[in-house]
């Protein structure tokens, strides 16, 4: 079994910054494509960043792109996602999850929920305007 927690999140005004972490303990990190996913109340989860478990490839949704930064330290079972000039539209709780065996699976996409098995329990990030 794969545990992911995250932390980080808090209260910051529009146009701060934070970095979020998510810890994996149980299985070498290294293994696991990583993503982060946000949701609100009454949305649906949306994928926010991804690497991927070899090259350490990564993807953004568009509405982040030159804002946030994935990354990853398996040597310290860590991924990362700084996040900067934070909208209030950033306000919401947000989750670092892995797929079951490792990488998504071929021809999947990397922002499709159904493709992670593995979530930490979410912690909130709130942006004021």
């Known amino acids: 079994q794969l545990q992911l927690v995250e932390s980080g999140g808090g209260l910051v005004q529009s146009g701060g910054s934070l970095r979020l972490s998510c810890a994996a303990s149980?299985?070498?990190?290294?293994?696991?494509?990583i993503a982060w996913f946000r949701q609100v109340p009454g949305k649906e989860r949306e994928g926010v960043a991804y690497?991927?478990?070899?090259?350490?490839?990564?993807h953004y949704a568009e509405s982040v792109k030159g804002r946030f930064t994935i990354s990853r330290d398996n040597a310290k079972k860590m991924v990362y996602l700084q996040m900067d000039s934070l909208k209030p539209e950033d306000t919401a709780v947000y989750y670092c999850?892995?797929?079951?065996?490792?990488?998504?699976?071929?021809?999947?996409?990397?922002?499709?929920?159904?493709?992670?098995?593995?979530w930490g329990q979410g912690t909130q990030v709130t942006v004021s305007f």
């Open positions: 999850a892995a797929p079951m065996v490792g990488p998504i699976s071929v021809g999947g996409s990397w922002n499709d929920r159904t493709e992670y098995f593995y």
């Open positions: 149980g299985y070498a990190l290294d293994y696991y494509a």
């Open positions: 690497i991927s478990n070899n090259r350490g490839a990564t």
